[in-house]
């Protein structure tokens, strides 16, 4: 009994003070020190206790605790100021329990996790930490802290060959500039580029973004977005394939199927290819442009190779204030459909300021059975509805009678009238001329050929009613079937029905 005691004491002492002893397992060897080592017989055969000052070294990872039990030389249970350090580089892993096991090189760490990188840490309940692979797993809820940046999930994982967290399940970013509220999400420590993989909602103060998979760059505040992927801010909301953002110049850009929606306006825009800048309000689409004027009743839709918005500044007269409006213009085949309105021209422009409507570049008009030409129209709005329009150089107005017969009207210049969108009377100014083909129960009474400085029609029921000449110059009632060919036309007489849309649909095809 005596030598049984002499022999714990003479161990004791032999270990104590930095001692070191030295296994082999699967020709690995572990070394391990302590202030003091006790063999432990009630825990089982060769279970050493290690006490003060504990360090266990596995290959490239470094184990420190306040007290161990070291099982055959295979597994560690540690506890007190458990400090991990998995190799030569700077991540460090703290807790109060570990346990290891040196066949699988996994710790098991418990109680007031702390994993240190070198751009942030972690902390949460417990993690499991791969020293194979570098890369640990928290089931648990798990706060990162980096510079500005405090990252907070249910569960998640840390690669460190990548420095990349990776989180699962109400996941949220908060920075002093935004929030971020997503399902799944990496984040990469060094770069701090975070990546989103399921539904995430980005605010701020000056916008709000949602996609379900994408990326975004805490450093430049460059982010790209896709699968749903919308944002809002400034009365927009911008809608795409992909949509590339960035925050601190205000440049967004959209790919495929995009569409910006003035909300203010409610004017929507779509295309497949979208610039939109934030500083100047301004907003290119192009790819099959479309706009919209979103109308309870009627609304106009709108194509053209490129469609622009923006925000105009002039000048007061006699004055340093600037007054701003916004206006919308379209370049190049621009065709657009309103049941009681369409037309096709060059380019068009909108301002939002006096409500009138530019048509520019060879414009046809069709309103009902009438079609309006001219080198320059200017169309006047009001409360959503065309209520005068200009024609200027070359008017033209069209009617169609029947299959051969037309009632024309030409004149220098032209003003036409709407009430409700419908057209109900026009004041030709200079050089008018006509042909109308008066009728009698839907039976044609003549031909009426005339020339007039100026003149003024009338239309009832959206068709031609009367004409009044001022200033006549020639005049005469020709029978029925007097004239044909070309007498039946006016100089620069075209009929242009086979480019007028006739659904929405068709403003695609020019």
């Known amino acids: 009994m005596i030598y049984k005691y002499l022999k ?12 070191l002893s030295l296994f082999s397992q699967k020709e690995r060897i572990i070394d391990n020190r302590s202030d003091y080592i006790i063999y432990d017989q009630k825990k089982g055969p060769n279970v050493k206790k290690l006490m003060g000052n504990v360090a266990f070294q596995d290959s490239t990872t470094t184990m420190f605790c306040d007290s161990a039990y070291f099982y055959d030389n295979k597994d560690i249970d540690a506890y007190g100021n458990v400090r991990i350090y998995p190799d030569k580089g700077n991540t460090k892993l703290t807790g109060k329990v570990l346990h290891y096991k040196f066949e699988t090189r996994i710790a098991d760490i418990q109680e007031d996790v702390v994993l240190v990188d070198e751009k942030a ?3 949460t309940a417990a993690i499991y930490y791969d020293m194979n692979t570098s890369v640990g797993y928290y089931p648990n809820k798990g706060v990162i802290t980096s510079e500005k940046n405090v990252i907070v999930s249910k569960s998640g994982s840390y690669n460190k060959n990548l420095r990349t967290f990776f989180f ?9 500039s935004y929030l971020i509220e997503t399902d799944t999400m990496n984040y990469v420590t060094y770069s701090k580029v975070v990546e989103f993989q399921g539904p995430t909602l980005i605010t701020s103060k000056e916008d709000s973004i949602y996609c379900e998979k994408g990326w975004y ?3 430049t505040d460059i982010s790209s977005f896709r699968k749903n992927a919308w944002l809002k801010g400034d009365g927009k909301i911008i809608k795409g394939d992909t949509l590339y953002y960035e925050k601190r110049i205000g440049l967004g850009k959209g790919f495929g199927n995009v569409e910006v929606w003035d909300t203010t306006q409610n004017v929507i825009i779509r295309g497949n290819l979208a610039t939109v800048n934030r500083k100047n309000q301004t907003a290119i689409v192009t790819k099959r442009a479309l706009l919209i004027q979103v109308d309870k009743k009627d609304s106009l839709f709108m194509h053209a190779d490129t469609i622009r918005t923006g925000i105009f ?3 007061r007269k006699d004055s340093s204030a600037v007054d701003t409006f916004k206006f919308a213009r379209a370049y190049h085949h621009v065709k657009f459909f309103r049941p009681d309105l369409q037309g096709k021209c060059d380019s068009m422009h909108y301002s939002f300021r006096d409500s009138t409507m530019e048509f520019i570049g060879t414009p046809v008009l069709w309103t009902e059975k009438t079609q309006l030409t001219a080198h320059y129209i200017k169309a006047y709005i009001k409360n959503q509805r065309i209520d005068k329009m200009d024609m200027n150089n070359m008017a033209f107005i069209v009617s169609q009678v029947d299959t ?3 009632d024309q009207i030409k004149g220098r ?5 709407f009430n409700n969108n419908e057209l109900y009377k026009m004041i030709v100014k200079g050089n008018g001329q006509s042909i109308y083909f008066p009728l009698d129960r839907g039976e044609i009474q003549g031909t009426d050929k005339n020339e007039s400085s100026d003149i003024v029609i009338y239309f009832k029921n959206r068709t031609l009613d009367r004409i009044t000449y001022i200033n006549s110059v020639n005049g ?8 044909s060919g070309a007498d039946l036309f006016l100089k620069d007489f075209k009929w242009h029905a086979d480019k007028r849309p006739h659904k929405w649909t068709d403003i695609f095809n020019w």
């Open 476 to 483: 005469v009632m020709y029978p029925p079937d007097e004239l």
């Open 413 to 417: 210049n032209m003003t036409a009238f």
């Open 404 to 406: 051969a017969h037309f």
């Open 168 to 176: 699962k399940d109400s996941v949220t970013v908060t920075n002093p």
């Open 313 to 315: 500044t002039e000048l």
């Open 121 to 123: 840490t972690l902390r």
């Open 217 to 219: 760059d805490t450093n």
């Open 8 to 19: 714990v004491i003479i161990v004791f002492l032999v270990s104590f003070g930095s001692s």
